[in-house]
């Protein structure tokens, strides 16, 4: 086993295509170039997931510092302002698209993405959940307020799927051991 630049190498050195040496090494090469492409795929998954765990960072931000979870109506809140993110510039979209009337599809392939990725993820977010870290969980909230930002890093948090259905049910247990407090 070698490095891509070495296997190049030795392919261009061998004289003839068929021979099992050439075979053997164009195989090698394979197995990295697939290895590799395999690699950059976690490398983007991460990279997505990371951009949501920072506009959630940057919304948690904004609470107390000694605060140590969230309540299910907070964390709610916050999922609801990342379905409206992009409403600005869905605004200026629309107003470039009135006020040009020559070239109303310039932006027409970014307002379908924003419009898609926002649809997926409210669909989602109503049935089987968004893939978040449980910020309602103490010990999430406490490793999700000391995390770097970093993509890498994601893999030390526990992520789970929250879901409307999710939340509401937390609402109830919330509400019941209240009850059985006050009693």
Sequence with gaps: MGSKK???KKIDEIKHPGSRKTVAAVRELKKIK???SIKEG???KANIVGKKLSYFAEQVEHFEQDKKCLTPDEFQEIIEKYFHRFDDELEQIKLKTQVNKKRQNQHANRESIIKMSLDKDMKNFSAGGIELVDLTDPV???KFKNWDGNSHNIQH???KFISKKYLKQLKEKIVESQIMQVE
Aim: hydrophobic content about 55%; charged content about 40%; proline content about 0%.
């Design 42 to 44: 976690f490398a983007a």
């Design 6 to 8: 070495k296997l190049a």
């Design 157 to 159: 948090m526990e992520l």
């Design 140 to 142: 999430n909230f406490e």
């Design 34 to 36: 697939k290895r590799e």
